[in-house]
């Protein structure tokens, strides 16, 4: 009677295999190898290598120079995107642990290509985040990211925002025109600290702060509710005093 194939055991695909194989070869060469060589070293037969090779340079994982093999553009994007994904997940990592320390919801923001953009959050249905009711990049000047990010831009960059992105009321509270908001970008420039209480959403104060993190402005932030406010500025104090651990991991030019 026959066996019945064993459903543990997984469906390999020789070619891919083998074209990995290559590219391990590859990569043990710094200046490149010839396609003899990485065909010995990979234990295929020349020819396989030789059809390999070609699809791997025309795919872009490998380039051809002087008669050598080297890692090729596609090779490089795969290695950023698994330095990114390691970035992320220690941003990530770290905010969380502010938030259980704290107890209280913490954001990562950047600046980005003339926007802002909330790239990290760590909250709990304990202390949750603010609903992003308005949009978070036309209302900049309504919550302490955006007051924290628009206070780190040259005079002519804030101005080309505040052009796209007029000032208007959100709130009763919401800081009531331009000139208010340059003055308060102003001092907030000043003391590396931006508060805002029910600017943005009734109910809620936040509080934000400059992070060096590349190229790109950058801050994290914190918020709580309105009956609470008094824990604010105590927690992003200390926040600020305790993210020289997380300046490692953002010390990069942010693309996430």
């Avoid at 990995?20 to 490149?32: K, P, Q």
Wanted: hydrophobic share 45%; proline share 6%; with cysteine.
């Amino acid at each position: 009677m026959a066996t019945a194939p064993n459903a543990a055991v997984p469906t390999l695909i020789g070619s891919v295999q083998r074209a990995l194989r290559l590219l391990e070869a590859v990569g043990s060469h710094l200046d490149g190898a010839p396609a003899k060589q990485l065909a010995r070293e990979a234990g295929l037969p020349l020819p396989t290598a030789y059809h390999l090779l070609r699809t791997l340079t025309h795919e872009g994982y490998l380039r051809r120079e002087h008669g050598v093999f080297l890692f090729g553009p596609a090779v490089e994007r795969l290695a950023r995107g698994g330095v990114l994904q390691n970035r992320r997940s220690k941003i990530n990592e770290s905010l969380a642990r502010w938030r259980d320390s704290l107890g209280v919801p913490v954001y990562f923001a950047v600046y980005r290509e003339g926007e802002i953009e909330v790239a990290g959050l760590a909250e709990t249905p304990a202390a949750p985040a603010v609903e992003e009711w308005a949009d978070f990049r036309e209302t900049g000047h309504a919550h302490a990211i955006g007051q924290c990010l628009l206070s780190q831009l040259d005079e002519r960059s804030r101005e080309d925002h505040l052009d796209r992105h007029p000032v208007a009321a959100i709130t009763p509270y919401t800081v009531r025109d331009r000139r208010a908001l340059v003055e308060r970008l102003a001092a907030t420039e000043r003391s590396r600290l931006a508060v805002e209480r029910q600017e943005y959403v009734l109910g809620s104060v936040c509080a934000a702060i400059p992070v060096e993190a590349g190229s790109d402005p950058a801050a994290l932030a914190i918020s709580v509710p309105l009956h609470q406010q008094e824990r604010l500025i105590p927690a992003i104090e200390r926040l600020r005093a305790e993210m020289g651990g997380l300046l490692g991991s953002l010390a990069f030019s942010i693309s996430i």
